[in-house]
């Protein structure tokens, strides 16, 4: 018989971690549990912890950090698990919140799947990719970070979340983070009747960044999103500076001087993630 194909036994100190975690609700869980748990030393903690992983019990997500892998699973010794919730375990109790493409998938703003995990983050972390799933981390001011919600992904398990209105600025900020303007437009096109403009307009505003003020306007001109009062507070804080309507993309294409803005997609592009 392979390693791999060894069935998964317990003995009565592992049957009684693992028990344990799943009573308090902790499927992923430290190396300060399993002392908490089993009464080792931190030493021993370690050892016993890397023996559960070498046997399929659970898997490492990073140093100190782990995932039980469901025995629903056979014979599996790899198990990530909700991404979002491994998310939020890697933050470590830190302030954050899941933004930019992951946030537009949470919300149905996005089609494909991903395969990153954004979250933003005052606090400087290092980006790690666990089981094929990459997390980004994005730094930002303390100060930036508002408008979030928090969102059941499990039965058991939220994570905090950019609110729709939030998630459509942080890409405008940061399309690199989304795939791209259209695809910013697209998921804002998606959930248009969904959004508050005032939020919109509010958020960017206290962001105070010109260019995502530019597109923002641009966007809800195009789109009918907004009272003209809305995109009035927006016109009243441009200045004489162009920037790009998409930052990923060459600068090329007309110039629009009503949101001074390089339109490098085409108003037609724009209009055509309506349909699509």
């Known amino acids: 018989m392979k390693y791999n194909e060894r069935p998964k036994t317990l003995g009565p100190r592992a049957a009684r971690l693992v028990v344990t975690l799943y009573e308090r609700g902790r499927r992923i869980f430290t190396l300060a549990d399993v002392a908490d748990i089993t009464g080792l030393k931190e030493t021993s903690a370690r050892s016993f912890v890397r023996k559960l992983v070498d046997r399929g019990i659970a898997t490492r997500l990073r140093s100190g950090l782990y995932i039980l892998v469901p025995f629903e699973l056979g014979r599996e010794r790899e198990y990530l698990g909700n991404p979002y919730v491994v998310a939020r375990a890697l933050m470590g109790g830190k302030a954050y919140y899941l933004s930019h493409a992951s946030a537009m998938d949470i919300h149905g703003m996005i089609t494909q799947p991903q395969l990153v995990i954004y979250v933003s983050s005052p606090a400087p972390m290092r980006g790690r990719t666990i089981l094929g799933t990459e997390f980004r981390f994005v730094r930002c001011k303390a100060s930036n970070v508002f408008g979030t919600d928090e969102h059941w992904v499990e039965k058991q398990e939220k994570v905090v979340v950019s609110d729709i209105e939030r998630t459509v600025i942080d890409g405008l900020k940061q399309p690199e983070h989304c795939g791209g303007l259209t695809e910013v437009a697209k998921g804002l096109s998606m959930r248009r009747t969904e959004v508050t403009a005032k939020k919109l307009v509010d958020y960017a505003l206290r962001i105070g960044v010109g260019a995502v003020i530019r597109r923002l306007g641009y966007l809800m001109e195009a789109y009918g999103i907004g ?15 162009y920037n790009l309507l998409d930052p990923v993309l060459p600068p090329e294409g007309k110039f629009l001087a009503r949101w001074r803005l390089r339109l490098n997609v085409s108003p037609e592009e724009i209009q055509a993630v309506v349909r699509t």
Do not use: C, G, K, Q
């Not at 995109?231 to 441009?238: Q, T």
């Open 227 to 241: 009272a003209p009062e809305e995109l009035a507070r927006l016109r009243e804080n441009l200045t004489s500076t």
